[in-house]
């Protein structure tokens, strides 16, 4: 009986002649629309052993279809980021500006001049591309592009320090996101780690002190703290007076700057981030910071200071297993280009965010909420808080508002968001849902207030809009 029952299952070849079957051909193609359908047909097959009804023709190839869309389904997709998060390390970090954008897209539409110098006919450098705007905004003599910052700083320390001291504070050894540690890049790179002062309190008689009497010290190394706050009974050198100290001894100051700012974030309500123009005028003899956090721009590892210490690392073996593609540096440049025009506060989105006037973020979240209810949510705008993140002003806010929506299961809600097209991210406080303006584009509007009625039934309208 069951022999019978298996005969009646349409074959692969019966089902390859189906139209739907064919247009699925020609999305996925015929080799992977056979194994899929194969793999539906057995699962068929077993489900009538069990007792199952046979499945009829257009069931066999819904299945086939969505099985098809899942193992195709890109794991790695643009989602809209409603954390309140700016630069949010899991969601991709910073957001590349319009301009940025079509640059990358525009050097891979065919070839490019990534080592070709059109002026003199023949084979050029690719460090060049980013070099010369990179030391006009920074002051620099010389500047350097390679993949991330943590490359950065084992470039500097195995080309200028192999198997010789790097000065350091104590307070700054750390760790930063992936486990990151100053002190593992350090034994990778061949440097030998020469420890001064305590977690809280380092002085510049520290540093004199494992200078005086040492001949084989490369450097002195200050790492930034950029995701980390250590506050009370403190004391730190200025890079000044380190600077100075470096130069009685011949040994220059390598400052690992991490978030890399080119434009000073007080006007926005926040401390102070140290700018790498600061440092270069401090005379700082190397700086190395990232593409992809306040810079705003792709990621990227920059290293800029002064000619002889960074012209070096050009040549060294490893800068070429560093190296960034022309991508990076298409995408580099037009972000550069923002800070040459004076228009990165409006252009690039990083710094959109940051500078965004607090009544502009209450009018988008009034409109969110107006039409939450009117789609009969519960929906109301409150104050909050958002973060610069990605390892950048460590405990720094900027007021905001946020729509916060009254839910019975907000987990439940967060996971429909998740699976929308494209996926939004937002928070959880206690039975609410938060949905922060911020850091989503104006453009991406639309798109979170139709996912969110769809994600959010059952929710109750809590008033109306005044």
Known sequence: MDENRLRKIPSVDRLLGEPEALRIVDLFGRPSTVDALRLVLSQARCEVLEGAEIPPVDDLL???????????????????????????????????????????EMVNRGYSTLEYDLEGGHRGQRTMHAERWLCELTGAESALVVNNNASAVLLVLAGLALDRGVIISRGQLVEIGGGFRVPDVMVQSGAQLIEVGTTNRTHLRDYALALDGRENVAMILVAHHSNFRIMGFTAEPSIAELVTLGEEHSVPVYHDLGSGALLDTTPYGMMHEPMVQESVQAGVGLISFSGDKLLGGPQAGIIVGKAQF???????????????????????????????????????????????????????????????RQAGLSAEVVGGMSTVGGGSLPG????TKV??????????????????????????????????????????????????????PGTYESGVDP
């Open 62 to 104: 819904v299945r086939t279809l969505h099985h098809l869309e899942s193992r195709f389904a890109p794991t790695l997709q643009p989602v809209i980021n409603a954390t309140g998060v700016i630069i949010h390390t899991n969601l991709g970090r910073a957001p590349l500006s319009a301009d940025t954008r079509t640059a990358i």
């Open 310 to 372: 960074v012209d070096p690392l050009k040549r060294h073996p490893l800068a070429r297993a560093l190296r960034v593609d022309k991508s990076c540096l298409a995408g580099l440049q037009a972000t550069l280009v923002h800070y040459l025009r004076g228009d990165a506060t409006q252009k690039i989105p990083v710094w959109r965010m940051i500078a965004a006037p607090l009544a502009e973020i209450e009018r988008r979240a009034r409109r969110w909420r107006r039409s939450f």
């Open 396 to 399: 720094e806010t900027i007021p």
């Open 403 to 456: 729509v916060a929506i009254g839910c019975e299961s907000p987990n439940r809600v967060a996971e429909y968001l998740h699976a929308e097209t494209p996926p939004i991210i937002a928070r959880i406080e206690g039975d609410r849902l938060i949905l922060d303006p911020r850091t989503v584009s104006s453009d991406e509007d639309p798109l979170l207030v139709q996912a969110v009625v769809r994600a959010a």
